[in-house]
């Protein structure tokens, strides 16, 4: 609080001065009137002194009845050469008036000489941390944004520079966001632009191969069309997940939440792979329990879940079975999916959730964009997923939706 720290000090000097200025007139005009009491006392003395020497027949109630009486003759003093309105009578009154002024000019013209002072100290103190601000602001324009500003006040001054410190912060973390992002943006379109080229090239290469021989072996020409339309699959499943992110990321999603039971998502997701399951011959077994209810939206928590069963079929052997288990407590309530695949090593295990990443032990058809889905439609709407996973062994999944 240095600067209102500042002000009370200043205030309190000038308050202090004040009342010494008061202080020291009070004192020094009641020093006068005891010296101009004392004076006319004296003078009185003497003049009635003279009157009783001269004529001791007046009596003393007449002397004290004149000198009592508000009357005043102003003519009397021009016999002796003395202007009423301008002379004074009484030797030295003159010297003890002229006196006075002088002290009396002097205390004021301290008092306000020690006020102007204080006035213009301060007013320098003002400028110096104005001008702090403006050089603050000018490092700012310069986009130099490591300042430090320290202060603990609460006028005017600080609060200004209390908010430029607040803009200095928030212009940093745009301007390192907007660094990130452009990074980010060319690392996604790099990774997009991969992701991409290599199943056109194959198809590119295959039909080629089809048109360029007329003669080809229907059996290869039904394996290549095969193939082509597998890599067409993941080119549209990489597009559709990509514009489902680029929604996410831009706020895009309004979620329309409902009472749902995980039963209900669950049924739905394995629909959307019996396909996958069937060519690979892979069973899915729900182990049965109460109706657990909770509130999210249907359809993007399918897609979630629908997401993740597919990567468990994408990694499971043949002939293998992926279980699905439901869990309820007090806080959360959970599907856990677990299969019996390839699982995932232990440096990979932290990474699965990012967009694009291809693990070591990644298929050949996986575009990493699916898992990167799932997590961000959880959390959206509120929950967690959790993984744990050993190689060789299998990998299982658990999405926790809180309770609300």
């Known amino acids: 609080m240095e600067n209102k720290t500042l002000f009370k000090k200043y205030f309190i000097v000038s308050l202090l001065i004040c009342i010494f200025s008061f202080v020291a ?19 009185i003395s003497s003049i009635v002194s003279a009157v009783k020497e001269k004529y001791p027949d007046v009596k003393n109630s007449d002397l004290v009845e004149a000198l009592e009486k508000g009357s005043v003759n102003k003519d009397i003093l021009r016999e002796f050469g003395y202007d009423f309105e301008e002379d004074i009578f009484i030797i030295g009154l003159e010297e003890e008036k002229n ?18 002072f204080v006035f213009v100290l301060y ?4 400028n110096r941390e104005v001008r702090k601000i403006i050089s603050l602001v000018n490092k700012i324009n310069h986009h130099n944004y490591e300042l430090e500003i320290e202060t603990y006040s609460e006028d005017e001054l600080s609060i200004l520079k209390s908010e430029i410190y607040k803009m200095t912060i928030m212009l940093k973390e745009v301007a390192d966001n907007s660094l990130k992002d ?33 003669e080809m072996d229907k059996e290869i020409r039904k394996n290549f069309l095969k193939d082509i339309k597998r890599d067409i699959a ?16 831009a706020n895009a999603i309004h979620f329309i939440n409902s009472t ?14 019996e396909s996958l399951c069937d060519l ?8 049965e329990q109460d109706k657990i209810c909770i509130e999210a939206d249907l359809r993007w928590q399918v897609e979630a879940v629908t997401n993740i069963l597919k990567n468990c079929v994408d990694y499971s052997p043949e002939n293998s079975n992926i279980v699905i288990r439901f869990e309820s407590n007090k806080i959360y309530s959970s599907i856990i999916v677990e ?56 990998t299982t999944f658990k999405i926790n939706y809180y309770l609300k």
């Not at 006196?99 to 102007?116: D, N």
């Not at 992701?195 to 198809?203: A, E, F, N």
């Not at 990489?238 to 992110?245: A, C, E, R």
């Not at 699965?352 to 959880?378: M, P, Q, T």
């Open 234 to 249: 993941n080119i549209n499943f990489l597009v559709q997940s990509l514009l489902k992110l680029s929604k996410f990321d």
């Open 339 to 394: 299969d019996h695949g390839k699982g995932i090593d232990k440096k990979d295990l932290s990474h699965i959730f990012e967009r694009f990443y291809k693990g070591r032990n990644s298929s050949k058809d996986s575009v990493g964009i699916g898992l990167a889905l799932a997590k961000s439609i959880v959390e959206q709407n509120g929950g967690h997923i959790f993984v744990d996973s050993e190689v060789g062994r299998g």
């Open 123 to 126: 007013n320098c103190k003002v």
């Open 99 to 116: 006196q006075a002024i002088f002290i009396g000019g002097v205390l004021l013209c301290g008092s306000l000489g020690s006020l102007l």
């Open 182 to 214: 452009k990074v980010q943006l060319k690392n996604t379109l790099a990774d997009i632009s991969h992701q991409l080229k290599t199943p056109l090239t194959s198809i590119t290469i295959m039909l080629e191969a089809i048109l360029d021989d007329e």
């Open 260 to 273: 749902i039971s995980l039963q209900e998502i669950v049924r739905d997701s394995i629909k959307n792979i």
């Open 25 to 43: 007139f009070s004192i020094f005009n009641a020093y006068r009137f005891s010296q101009i009491k004392r004076m006319t006392n004296e003078r």
């Open 280 to 287: 690979k011959k892979i069973d899915i077994d729900v182990v």
